[in-house]
């Protein structure tokens, strides 16, 4: 191999040099080298070399194989407008096969444009695999959107919650549902669970009979339900009682039902309280096509019945049974 000689020399005058201020191995100052002061100058002094020093340089480097550098192919990105809209058409073109309009499902549930497709198909599969047929599960979405963009590791709890804490009857299962979709679309934790344990509390004990009432909330619908009976003269007790003997009573609205209904009771038909506490099933029938009209005929007539036998009669038994009184009183 050629090599090329360079050579140094190097010569001082008046040069001093001390085995404590330089490493021969190294052939440069030692870091303990002492500067005692910056503030005047002092001579700095080199080691001596050899005066006939040699380096010796290599003309080329040694030769190295060099690998070439192959760069993966770059693939196009698809254009992400165009992917997003082929992937919403693909979207609304499933739900349409199954019979869902997909414009109404946006207008009711609009998280519905990001769900997707393959979480979609997921829940209707199972769905299906639990027996719901295709006219059911439109059904079902129709009256709760948002089962579209539930997970099935959303819904599963649901189920398993009414079968094994709500004692819900594996053949019943379709049933509750069907007549409450609501239910899936609520968390167990959260709204299911808290509801179960409020209407035990108040003795409502067989739930599996009122399962349309386990996706109320307890603090917006149910409690305030019950303080409104106890602001027209029930005691809570009698308000709690009122409610387990008919539960259907959390379903009716205060504005809607129970005020409009209970001043007729009150100043049209001068009834007391203790019949309500009887029969609080009075608030389930139509103010204006039973109540009115059959309180209105016993006026006509001169007669009086108890609550329940004016009400939960047909109107030909109750036809029948005006004539018989009067009759009798005749």
């Known amino acids: ?109 609009p998280p519905i444009v990001s769900a997707s497709l393959s979480d979609i198909k997921s829940t209707v599969d199972y769905m299906t695999s639990l027996g719901f047929t295709a006219i059911e599960f439109r059904r079902i979405a129709g009256m709760c959107p948002e089962i579209i963009t539930s997970r099935v590791s959303d819904i599963v709890p649901v189920f398993t919650f009414l079968l094994r804490e709500v004692c819900v009857n594996g053949s019943d299962l379709k049933r509750v549902i069907n007549r409450r979709p609501r239910l899936l679309a609520c968390s167990v934790k959260q709204r299911l669970r808290p509801t179960l344990y409020f209407l035990q509390s108040i003795g409502i004990s067989e739930a599996n009979k009122h399962t349309y009432l386990l996706s109320t909330s307890v603090e917006e619908k149910l409690i305030p339900r019950i303080e409104y009976f106890e602001n027209i003269g029930f005691s809570h007790r009698d308000a709690v009682s009122m409610f387990r003997r008919f539960p259907q009573l959390f379903n009716y609205s205060v504005e809607g039902n129970f005020e409009p209904k209970f001043n007729y009771f009150v100043v049209e038909m001068g009834r007391d309280l203790r019949e309500l506490k009887e029969f609080p099933h009075y608030f389930s029938f139509s103010l204006e096509n039973r109540i009115k009209p059959r309180h209105q005929c016993c006026v006509e007539k001169g007669v009086c019945f108890p609550l329940p036998v004016l009400l939960k009669m047909s109107e030909a038994q109750f036809r029948d049974r005006v004539e018989v009184l009067l009759s009798s009183i005749g």
């Open 1 to 109: 191999m050629h090599q090329q000689t360079i050579h140094f020399l190097f010569t001082t005058s008046n040069s001093s040099f001390t085995s404590s201020s330089f490493h021969p191995k190294s052939g440069f100052h030692s870091p303990h080298c002492e500067f005692a002061s910056l503030s005047r100058p002092r001579n700095v002094h080199f080691p001596i070399f050899s005066l006939n020093a040699t380096l010796c340089l290599p003309l080329k480097l040694p030769h190295t194989s060099e690998v070439p550098t192959i760069s993966p192919p770059i693939r196009p990105v698809p254009h992400q407008p165009n992917l997003r809209r082929s992937q919403f058409r693909e979207k609304m073109l499933y739900l349409e096969s199954i019979g869902l309009d997909f414009v109404s499902l946006i207008n009711h549930n």
